[in-house]
């Protein structure tokens, strides 16, 4: 009787073993597809179609994506950027680099109240980040905003804030001309017409030519006068 069980025994193990393998063979021949598959997967920098508000001002955005993962069915560009500036009003400036670590662009992000990045294990808030602190950050297709991984919710999405263009030094507008500042004379080109006076370049010469003729008369005068009274 002990025998016939343990043959029984023996005979079970033999069919779990032949199960098991039937199961792992199933396996390898369909490559796996019933493992449940990663939720990122990567994709080309090439493929991404950029909003175009975000083109225009940043027209060398392309050159600082790093690699583009899919989420949700959609292309997220990753970027590598490192922190330049923290304001008050809770604002960050970030210098987003190549895959060559060069700088491209200077983007300033305005971060929503729930973001917050990871930094060795930790939850940070932007506000609480340390200068030249280097931050991965990601930008949905299509999309004016950031995000500190892929997938996050629209509540947890940075804006991106437009800053004033600096006008260009070498170009200046031409200087308004004002009532105080006196013109250049015009000259008269009218062919026939002379001056109405003497030009100031002309000088007293003439009314001294003037009163020697006067005197001249007037001694000749007093010299006829003599004669005429020494006859008589």
Known sequence: METKMNAIQLAAALIGV???GAVGAQQASDGG???PRPRTQSASCADVAWEQDLLERYPRIGDACQEVVMSEGRRWARFEAELVRAYADGRVTLDFKDRRGSS??????MPARSQRVSIDGRSVQFKDLDRAQELN?????????????PG??????????????ERRADISPEPAQTASEPLLAQADRTPGRTPAVLPDT??????????????LLGGLAFTIRRRFLARA
Do not use: K
């Open 33 to 35: 597809n019933n493992l």
């Open 137 to 149: 950050l990601y930008l949905p297709e299509g999309m004016f905003a950031m995000a500190t991984e």
């Open 202 to 215: 002309a000088g007293p010469l003439p009314l001294f030519a003037l009163a020697g003729l006067l005197s």
């Open 18 to 20: 032949v199960c098991a």
């Open 152 to 165: 996050a919710p629209l509540e947890e999405l940075a804006e991106i804030v437009l800053e004033p263009v």
């Open 104 to 109: 491209i662009e200077q983007i300033t992000l």
